[in-house]
């Protein structure tokens, strides 16, 4: 029922109904990823693309739209960690901590509970520079409720925390030691869609001003060209927020993240279907963006043909807008 003209609507929603979505900003050279993660490196301001396949394939280019070139395999030889999946890594997470280069991966099978994620790094991020450290202690298995795979982390004044999870219980986040090399507690949930198959993956959290963003993947992410997804439940983005990062995340409604809440980011439109993978990179050019994997229904439904996409965010109602 219509009680106001504006159907009771968030803010955020309003703005991305009123002037639709943005286009991808563009992305020349190689532009196929999938779970793509971002660095700027600060000696050359070179970035480096980080992305599911190939070992941990990655790029490099001086500006975010490219041209970006192929550098190679993070761990051309795999992982160490001693399960199936450990020369097909997924989902990297690149951070600078203390002038060390990290990049958390995971190690799983398409759905399986039998996970890790696992820890590389490097004083450079130059090819072949890259030491592995193998697991960080965050494992699952199906005696667990979670699935241990798309890592990412954050820097809480100090304190580090790993959000993990997919799929089977959603969301989670455990804390980390002081280098961030091991988890140093128990996982706890902190995003659920009670739902249907609760089809939550890909988490990011980002702070800004007095909030931390959860951004995370909702839907089915992959195989478009042999099943495609009922209108609705292909990837899109979502975001819930906190005053915390360890807990209370809520939509734009008020509704908490634990219990299903979820404000749509980004979602497809136009050339743009099942866009996700996300995170979001302080740029120091262009400040908060949004950059995902995105099917262009012009080029190819097939995962090994999904584009990089990225847009600037726009924080001006407390919500991501792009
Ligand atoms: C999709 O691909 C077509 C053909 O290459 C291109 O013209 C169009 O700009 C692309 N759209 C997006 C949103 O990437």
């Given at each position: 029922m219509m009680h106001s003209r504006h159907l009771g609507l968030p803010a955020a929603l309003l703005t991305a109904l009123v002037h639709g979505y943005a286009d991808p900003e563009s992305c020349s050279g190689e532009c196929v990823v999938y779970d793509p993660t971002l660095i700027v490196r600060s000696s050359d301001n070179t970035y480096f693309r980080f992305s599911t396949g190939n070992e941990i394939s990655y790029c490099t280019a001086t500006d975010l739209s490219g041209p970006w070139t192929a550098v190679g395999s993070v761990l051309p030889d795999g992982s160490s960690i001693d399960l199936a999946g450990n020369t097909d890594l997924w989902a990297p997470d690149v951070h600078y901590i203390d002038g060390t280069y990290y990049v958390y991966y995971a190690v799983s099978t398409f759905g399986s509970q039998d996970s890790a994620i696992g820890l590389a790094t490097s004083d450079t991020m130059d090819l072949d520079s890259w030491t592995d450290h193998g697991s960080v202690g965050v494992e699952s298995s199906s005696?667990?409720?979670?699935?241990?795979?798309?890592p990412s982390l954050i820097d809480v004044d100090g304190t580090y925390y790993l959000q993990f999870g997919s799929f089977w219980d959603d969301i989670y986040q455990v804390r980390m030691n002081s280098e961030a090399t091991a988890a140093s507690g128990s996982s706890y949930n902190i995003a659920y869609d009670p739902s249907g198959t609760h089809p939550e993956e890909g988490s990011y959290m980002y702070q800004y001003g007095d909030y931390y963003y959860l951004f995370y993947s909702w839907g089915i992410c992959c195989g478009y060209d042999t099943d495609l997804p009922a209108s609705g439940q292909e990837y899109h983005i979502k975001v819930c927020r906190s005053t915390s990062a360890t807990g209370d995340f809520v939509d734009a409604d008020g509704t908490a993240c634990t219990d299903g809440g979820g404000t749509i980011v980004l979602e497809s439109h136009g050339d743009v279907y099942g866009p996700g993978g996300q995170g979001v990179y302080d740029d120091p050019t262009y400040g908060s963006v949004l950059y995902y994997a995105y099917t262009n229904i012009s080029i190819g439904y097939a995962d090994d043909e999904k584009q990089f996409g990225w847009n600037t965010i726009d924080w001006s109602t407390g919500w991501p807008v792009v």
């Open positions: 005696a667990k409720i979670y699935n241990a795979i798309d």
